[in-house]
Structure formats: C-alpha cells, structure tokens
C-alpha cells in the first residue's frame, strides 16, 4: 500500500512462523513420572511379565496422557518386522463409485483390528502397480490386499509373493492361495427367485456377451431357480447382449417375440436400457413386464422410475472379508471364499393377477 501525504514509510511486518512443538521422548515421561527409561519403555511396550508395581505403571501411563507421548512406531517395526499397516493395491476401485466399497470394508475392518490401510490405485499400469507393491514392502506391512474393479481371473505378480496376500474380487488358480469373491450363482438363484415369488414362470435372462465368472455364475443360478421351481429351462429364453444400456435397449424387440411375463438382466444398466426399449413399445414397468437387474448400482437403481430390484454385489464386505482372511481371524488359510449377494427389492417387479 502506497503511503499517504505527510505519512512515515512501513516497514513490512515480518510473517510470525509458529514454533515447532518439540516431539515428547520416553525421557520426558520418565522424569515427568519419576522412574527410569527402562520402566517407561517397558509400559510403552506392554510387557506384562514386567515386575512393575501397579501404582508406578499407573503413574507412567498418566505421565503419558498428560504429556501426549507417541511412540515411534518405525522404531518398533524395526523391532517387530511387521507395521500396523495393510497394504490394499487396485486396478482401478478407487475411481470406480460403487466398488469403492471395497477400499471402505477394508478400511472399517482394518481400524477394528488396529490397522490403518495404504492404498494404491494403479488404473491397470503395471510399473505403477510395480512400484506401489514395493513401496508397501519397504513398510513392512502386515500384508496386501490386490483387487480387481470387476470380478476376474487374475495374474499375480511377481512381487506380490513377497507378501502374504489376500485377493479381493479375483482369484488365481495358483495353488496356495486365498481369494474372495462374490457368489455370483446364490446371486443368480437370488433375482430369479424374485421374480419366481411374484408368480412368473415365464422369465427371460439377457445375459452378457463378455466371458466372464458373472456370466457363467448367474446364468447358472437362473437355471438353478427354474429347477427348483419344477420349471424346465427353455434356452430360447436366454438371450445374450452387450451389458450396457445400449445392450439393453436393443435386445427389448427380441425379448418381446418370447411371450415372456418378467426379465432377469445381467446388470443394473442393461436394465436401464430394457426400461427405455419396453416404454417404446408401450409397455408398462411392472404392470405388463417384471424387471429384477443385478449389481444395485445405486446411482441407476434405485432412480429409475418405478426404482429396480436387483442383488447387490457386495463391494464393503468383499473388502472387509479379505481383511480378516489376510490376519486369519476367518480360520481361512487358502482357497475361495465366496461372499452372499443380497437380494434389494424396490418396485419394479408386482405380482401376476392370477398368481
């Protein structure tokens, strides 16, 4: 700011930097408690074979609280070999809304068992992912979570066997190791029996095109509902499309040829665009045609009009599951653990008139 007339020039005010507090060392808590560093360290370190009196522990743990000690914990990953750290590594989870979850499952168990997490979203960059791995190594973490935004069979790298590791929605047919997954066949059975308790028995599946362990596992539940149901399976009900909206839509003149009553759609937005190709044709949701879609993509489902039934796949408890498998509180020590698909009914399926 310029000065004004007759005004003394200012001297600019120098920038006040806070002081540092200074970090509060075993020998503060020592004096502070009136014992030696020794006895301070071995409460830090909860030796309860310690020959300490009560009182003096108590008097030490008080010292602790009212100077706000924190204990070095690269130190004792040193001492331990091992940190308090969970490594989860992903190829693209973070970015990917609903199945974010799984970062939040691992998180939530990690906290309850005295974890904090790292993660790593590597968007499918092997360097990246490379790098991340070792990163973690070099923390001594407890153990890596490598998970998949979508469920698959998976390489495992190299690197990855230098850890104890745990693969969330993916596996390897590698003998040893541990996954876990969703139970795409219970989540098949699951939609179909849906549609099943509204009384429809002519159900239609539009599945995916894309090979994967969805495709096959909810096809196979659709087929094992039918049975259940004394249904028999009519292939000509099964029809395959790409799994997204356009997929959906493109498939409603097909579908209609059938003279079915009710369709199962492999996912949420195969499902969204089946709600667009029905409403062309005239046709009413749920009142002409039932509609159950699978992934409870909530952004999709639960806003469509009238909103979607569909199985939710379970990102938070895929996440929270490969944490517990990893520090072995499951009983797990290798194999697939699948994990149940609950069943999310809102409006668009209603029951037939004569069921």
């Known amino acids: 700011m ?17 002081e540092r507090a200074h970090p509060v060392t075993l020998r503060d808590v020592a004096e502070a408690a ?3 560093t020794a006895t301070v360290s071995l409460v830090v370190n909860k030796k309860k074979d310690a020959r300490i ?14 100077l706000g000690y924190r204990p070095n914990a690269m130190a004792k990953t040193l001492v331990s070999g091992t940190s308090r750290f969970i ?15 799984i970062i939040h499952g691992a ?3 990690a906290w309850k068992h005295g974890y904090a997490l790292l993660i790593a979203n ?7 992912e490379q790098d991340a791995i070792t990163m973690m190594l070099e923390y001594k973490v407890r ?11 998976t390489d495992i790298p190299a690197s990855l066997r230098e850890a104890d590791f745990v693969l969330v929605n993916c596996f390897s047919n590698e003998p040893g190791t541990r996954s876990v997954v969703p139970d795409e066949v219970q989540g098949g059975r699951a939609a179909t029996e849906v549609l099943l308790r509204h009384g429809h028995r002519r159900i239609a599946f539009i599945n995916a095109t894309i090979p994967a362990p969805a495709k096959d596992g909810r096809l196979l539940g659709y087929r094992e509902a039918l049975e259940d149901a004394g249904i028999p399976f009519d292939p ?12 959906g839509y493109g498939a409603t003149g097909e579908l209609l040829k059938r003279g079915v009553t009710a369709v199962y759609c492999y996912n949420d937005r195969m499902a969204m665009g089946l709600y667009d190709g029905l409403r062309e044709h005239g046709l009413s949701i749920p009142d002409d045609m039932a509609v159950v879609g699978f992934d409870n993509q909530e952004v999709i489902a639960a806003h469509l009009r009238p909103p979607l039934s569909t199985v939710s796949l379970p990102h938070y408890e895929l996440g929270a599951a490969g944490v517990r498998m990893l520090l072995e509180l499951d009983g797990a020590t290798e194999g697939i653990s699948k994990v149940h698909c609950p069943t999310v009914e809102r409006t668009s399926v209603r029951a037939q008139a004569h069921a």
């Open 107 to 109: 998180q939530d168990e």
């Open 2 to 18: 310029e000065k004004g007339p007759g005004e003394p020039a200012r001297t600019p005010r120098a920038r006040r930097i806070p």
């Open 87 to 101: 490594g989860l590594v992903a190829d693209g989870v973070a970015t990917t809304p609903f199945a974010g979850q």
């Open 53 to 66: 009196a009560e009182e003096t522990r108590q008097r030490v743990k008080d010292a602790i609280r009212s």
């Open 143 to 153: 153990g890596i979570l490598y998970s998949t935004w979508f469920h698959r069979q």
């Open 34 to 36: 009136g014992v030696s």
């Open 236 to 247: 000509e009900l099964v029809m395959e499309a790409y799994p997204d909206q356009e997929g």
């Open 122 to 128: 590597t968007e499918g960059n092997g360097e990246l």
